[in-house]
């Protein structure tokens, strides 16, 4: 645990030491509590194993939706999913991720990109970024 917290501490030091707002707003998009606190549980917390169609296993923290699966799978296929189905039956987006669900997402080439509410739906920071990403390239 102390481990875990030092690197914590070197992390949050770096991005001070950095004095840039912008910089660091781009990289943890959240103040240095809510990053700490996200982190953590990430970290910290029980996981969920859900699996591709193609069998795949994926590592997701307790409490992560199709959303944080989509990123964590492809920043690609989270960017462009239109639709989510679980054990065969279609789901919301912000729909919590069981153990060994069987997840499956259609995509279309064609979309815009993620909605902003999608923010709200993921648990990750690392989904919560890259869609934040995303919109600033619009």
């Known amino acids: 645990w102390s481990k875990s917290e030092d690197t914590l501490k070197g992390v949050l030091k770096v991005a001070e030491h950095i004095k840039c707002k ?15 606190k ?6 910290f917390t029980a996981n969920v194993y859900p699996y591709t169609p193609d ?5 997701l923290p307790k409490g992560a939706t199709i959303t944080d ?23 919301p987006f912000n ?3 069981q153990n060994q669900d069987r997840i499956k997402l259609k995509v279309d080439e064609f979309s815009h990109g993620p909605n902003p509410t999608w923010e709200e739906h993921a648990k990750t920071a690392y989904a919560k970024r890259k869609i934040l990403e995303h919109s600033k390239q619009i």
């Not at 912008?22 to 700490?36: I, M, Q, S």
């Not at 069998?55 to 590592?59: D, F, K, L, S, T």
């Not at 699966?69 to 789901?91: C, H, L, R, S």
């Open 38 to 43: 996200q982190v953590r549980e990430e970290l």
């Open 69 to 91: 699966f989509a990123y964590t799978f492809a920043p690609k296929v989270g960017n462009k999913m239109i639709e989510a189905t679980v054990n065969d039956e279609i789901v």
């Open 95 to 97: 729909y919590i991720i």
């Open 55 to 59: 069998g795949e296993v994926i590592e």
């Open 22 to 36: 912008e910089f660091r707003k781009y990289v943890f998009d959240v103040d240095d509590n809510e990053f700490v």
